[in-house]
């Protein structure tokens, strides 16, 4: 039975990858961060299963800042395959704490590699990096491929970049399978609720039910190439199962605008809207109520914006067949539909 480490198990990706991975018939050991309040929703269902729990899940208390309990997580677990996916992933919030976001998203990686070769593991391990489209920033090049120049617009970003760049030094160095993964935005029902997917398909929900009256929102224009995190996470295991090690681009090929996603969003619960106003004043408005819906907020904008992202999955595709199913729309609907039903069953 093959094993398997996830760092960041309790997010969107790691509960998703869990489930696949299970599927497979890996075991599967997870990094979980301590926190005073339960943070294990999007896997209560397996930590909750007596089949599951202490069989083929195991959890461990970890963090990617702590260099000696990641050396002795992998002398415990002695992994066949790493998936570092924790991360300080907010873009907007890594502002705010760049230092943090350094630590964990750039040196934690390093600590990772490094425990790698530390324990003995460096000519046995797999090792998958969660790379990101926020390493293209302020693109050089469209669409975004594995040979397009990094422009980072964020401390997340570049963060990021120098996560991607030691993974290729510690394969280079010292012969490590080590892989990239740069998958641009994917989301699903697991989405944060901070992350403006999610935000906008709770919003929607809300506002249809009666329990909130406007989404405030950032900037409109923002385009994003943005798929399905389920088939993301597939292709995350698609990746280490490679002959040799190597970086890849996840994407749909696709780029929509966020009031595209609005639209889509609202449009879905029978809520039309029309556009009125511009920049920050800027307005969606329902066409049968002629409510104000959605308006903008300064508060939400970026000190850098990253306008556009599309990426190029060309690599993936020949390599090994990946390619994603479900596209924009559907994921949009999936989302607020998913949304809609939750909140009209607990009430908020």
């Known amino acids: 039975m093959k094993k398997a480490l996830i760092s960041g198990i309790t997010g969107q990706d790691g509960s998703y990858l869990t489930e696949i991975l299970i599927e497979k018939g890996y075991e599967v050991h997870g990094i979980l961060r301590r926190s005073s309040s339960f943070n ?46 924790a991360a300080q992933s907010h873009v907007k919030v890594s502002f705010e704490i760049p230092d943090y976001t350094a630590q964990v998203d750039a040196l934690g990686t390093l600590r990772f590699l490094d425990a790698i070769k530390e324990t003995g593991l460096d000519q046995t391990v797999k090792f998958y990096q969660a790379s990101t ?23 997340y970003g570049v963060a990021k970049v120098y996560g991607y760049w030691i993974v290729v030094n510690y394969r280079e160095a010292y012969d490590l399978y080590a892989c990239n993964g740069i998958l641009f935005n994917h989301e699903s029902p697991r989405r944060g609720g901070t992350f403006v997917t999610r935000k906008i398909t709770q919003a929607a929900a809300k506002i249809k039910l009666g329990l909130q009256d406007i989404l405030y929102i950032g900037n409109l224009n923002a385009k994003r190439d943005w798929g399905y995190a389920k088939e993301y996470c597939e292709g ?58 959605v308006g903008v907020d300064p508060l939400y904008f970026r ?46």
């Open 303 to 348: 000190p850098t914006e990253v306008d556009l992202l599309i990426g190029d999955a060309s690599k993936a595709k020949a390599k090994f067949g990946w390619e994603p199913k479900i596209k924009f729309e559907e994921l949009a609907k999936m989302m607020v539909n998913s949304d809609f039903e939750k909140i009209k069953k607990r009430g908020y």
């Open 40 to 85: 294990t929703s999007r896997i209560d269902h397996l930590y909750n299963d007596p089949e599951i729990l202490g069989k083929k899940l195991f959890l461990h208390y970890g963090d990617l800042v702590d260099t000696s309990n990641l050396n002795r997580l992998l002398e415990r677990t002695e992994p066949d395959e790493i998936y570092n996916l």
């Open 133 to 155: 489209s926020e390493l293209f920033g302020k693109v050089q090049e469209i669409p975004q491929t594995e040979k397009t120049p990094f422009y980072p617009r964020s401390p």
């Open 236 to 293: 995350m295991w698609m990746i280490l199962q490679q002959d040799k090690p190597d970086d890849y681009v996840l994407a749909t090929g696709e780029t929509h605008t966020v009031k595209e996603f609005i639209e889509v969003a609202f449009g879905e619960l029978g809520m039309q809207l029309k556009w009125e106003g511009k920049g920050v004043d800027e307005r969606g408005i329902d066409l049968k109520t002629g409510k104000i819906l």
